[in-house]
């Protein structure tokens, strides 16, 4: 199937003009693409096509996740790990431009997000294809989106984390980064209904799942990786062929850890007026905050929701997510 040949439909309406009130990512609106009508600004039919066909080399380590899933902090986990633990860079060059998002031209356009980045991130699909080998990139598309991925032996990893701390990671990263104007109820009620950047959630999760067996993929829990940095480490160094001494594990660890994450300026954002908190792109790095949140109502919605998109799949989470 070629680009074209993808069936876009456009969200008209009532809906459209309430889905603009809440967060005005594009002014044309939003459209729905694919089998699984994945939810995206308009902006995306100008340069989705380049991410589709994207020429994808056999040496590229792409990760990919739905958004807020625990993925900054496993992108720089995966760039140590597979650069031999180079530091020195690390400490020297953003993250954005180690480990670019291929896709934030193609779907945020002038928006207010870009300021926070690079500006070799604004034309991102051109960046990303003039990176040197091995390229590193991330992506929150769903796999679908990206079949030029799909069918390279490149190095595949998959980070999955509990829908309900997404939910809440992702409101608050909506509310403070993407000028959502509804309450945490109302962006909970499109998340459920598809109607958030990139869902259906389900989807996006299933369709990595079904592929995980594959020798140039991994799937990684968030809730595994923080609950044993060390072991999985060791696994993802594995991935790699690589072999760290224990005191390089340790010194990653600590890198890692989230009051030194969120200090380092080279993975964190800070937006040119300061008026977006550092704890607002990397916030607390757990487990289990929703709890913290979530109505009793809005409690009983998620669990319904999730048994229903469970029921059919052997997908299994390393907590109950209800």
Not at 12 to 37: C, H, M, N, S, W
Not at 154 to 162: L, M
Request: charged share 25%.
């Amino acid at each position: 199937m070629s680009f074209k040949d993808l069936i876009i439909k456009r969200v008209e309406g009532e809906q459209a003009t309430a889905l603009l009130k809440y967060y005005p990512l594009d002014k044309r609106g939003f459209i729905k693409v694919g089998q699984k009508k994945w939810f995206l600004p308009y902006r995306y039919l100008e340069d989705g096509d380049k991410i589709y066909n994207f020429e994808v080399r056999a040496d590229d380590t792409w990760i990919i996740a739905y958004a807020r899933s625990g993925t900054t902090m496993t992108q720089e986990l995966i760039w140590l790990v597979a650069n031999d633990m180079n530091f020195n860079e690390a400490h020297q060059r953003h993250l954005s431009e180690r480990f670019p998002l291929i896709e934030i031209g193609a779907i945020f356009d002038d928006h207010g997000l870009l300021k926070l980045m690079s500006d070799t991130t604004k034309d991102s699909v051109k960046f990303v294809q003039d990176q040197p080998s091995p390229r590193f990139i991330k992506s929150h598309l769903p796999l679908e989106l990206l079949p030029t991925v799909v069918n390279s032996t490149c190095k595949i990893i998959y980070v999955a984390r509990n829908p309900k701390d997404v939910a809440v990671s992702y409101y608050i990263f909506h509310k403070h980064i993407l000028d959502f104007q509804g309450t945490f109820e109302q962006f909970c009620n499109n998340f459920l209904n598809d109607h958030i950047l990139r869902t259906p959630y389900w989807e996006h999760v299933k369709e990595a799942w079904r592929m995980r067996h594959r020798a140039n993929m991994m799937f990684v829990f968030y809730e595994d990786l923080i609950k044993d940095l060390p072991r999985n480490i060791k696994e993802i160094a594995a991935f790699f062929g690589k072999t760290y001494s224990d005191e390089q594990i340790n010194k990653l660890v600590e890198h890692l850890k989230i009051e030194n994450f969120r200090k380092n300026p080279m993975v964190n954002y800070q937006n040119p007026d300061q008026t977006m908190k550092p704890n607002m792109y990397i916030r607390q790095g757990k487990t289990g905050s929703w709890k913290e949140v979530f109505t009793p109502e809005i409690e009983d919605r998620f669990d319904k929701w999730i048994t229903a998109n469970l029921k059919d799949t052997d997908l299994t989470f390393p907590n109950s997510v209800c």
